[in-house]
């Protein structure tokens, strides 16, 4: 907790708005999106999905593959308590509403669907992109699949998987990978091992979202190297996310900003 105390003191004290962004695009993306004060219709379902949720006392048996948990001591665990510590925040869903949205992806590739609070996100933000969602715990996959159902949201293909393993099999193609939101493993090894089993698969128009950036000093390892990477052109530090895209038509530029 104090790590991520003092990274937030140094990301607000690098962090701009709009008014220090002289990149069109960026620009564009920050005042458009970023910045859109419409009250969405969908932010009401939205609210109502992560409330439901929210109010589910069953327990389930977590599998987790990952990092681990900060907060859970045990893998038994309430869904409304992961809902609420593990989930992504109604604000942040309703970004990522807005950056699908903003982007309108003919596809997306989830890696981690948790309880599906970012997954519905992205499925409210086009209804037309074909949406593939990785987890690796059954249990919470299937609560995830029910949830989503009940929601209506029919353009998410749910897979309960490895996702190593997943991404080393499946023979993803750069069509169904307009957006990927990276949310499944938040360790320095996995994070770039993921970015690296998935480059052959960007365009120019590819945009790449990963989670909890500043989770750990490994994870902020990871997003140093990303960042860098020749292939990754322009690079935007929410403090939450770290945004990537690949766009070759523009110099390399890192961006720290305030959401």
């Known amino acids: 907790m104090l790590f991520q105390i003092k990274s937030y003191i140094k990301f607000l004290w690098k962090s701009k708005n709009e008014h220090a962004v002289h990149s069109p695009f960026v620009f564009n993306l920050v005042t458009k999106c970023f910045y859109d004060k419409t009250k969405f219709s969908k932010y009401s379902i939205l609210k109502n999905y992560r409330n439901t949720l929210l109010e589910n006392k069953n327990t389930i048996k977590v599998t987790d593959f990952g990092a681990g948990s900060k907060v859970f001591k045990s893998n038994t665990r309430e869904i409304s308590k992961i809902a609420k510590t593990a989930g992504i925040t109604l604000k942040r869903a309703e970004l990522l509403y807005r950056i699908t949205n903003y982007f309108q992806p003919d596809s997306i590739l989830e890696i981690g669907t948790s309880l599906g609070l970012a997954t519905s996100a992205l499925a409210f933000g086009n209804p037309k992109a074909k949406i593939t969602t990785l987890e690796g715990c059954p249990e919470t996959a299937k609560i995830a699949k029910e949830q989503l159902g009940k929601f209506g949201l029919t353009n998410v293909n749910s897979v309960v998987t490895e996702f190593n393993s997943y ?18 493993n938040h360790s320095k090894s996995a994070t770039l091992d993921y970015f690296e089993l998935l480059l052959p698969t960007i365009t120019n128009d590819s945009v790449w979202i990963f989670d909890d950036i500043h989770w750990s000093p490994n994870m902020e390892e990871a997003w140093k190297i990303i960042k860098s990477h020749p292939k990754v052109t322009v690079t935007i530090d929410t403090f939450q996310w770290g945004i990537i895209f690949f766009r070759k038509e523009q110099h390399k530029e890192h961006f720290v900003i305030r959401v």
Do not use: R
């Not at 991404?167 to 499944?184: A, H, S, V």
């Open 167 to 184: 991404l080393q099999i499946c023979n993803l193609k750069p069509e169904i990978c307009n957006l990927i939101y990276f949310d499944g």
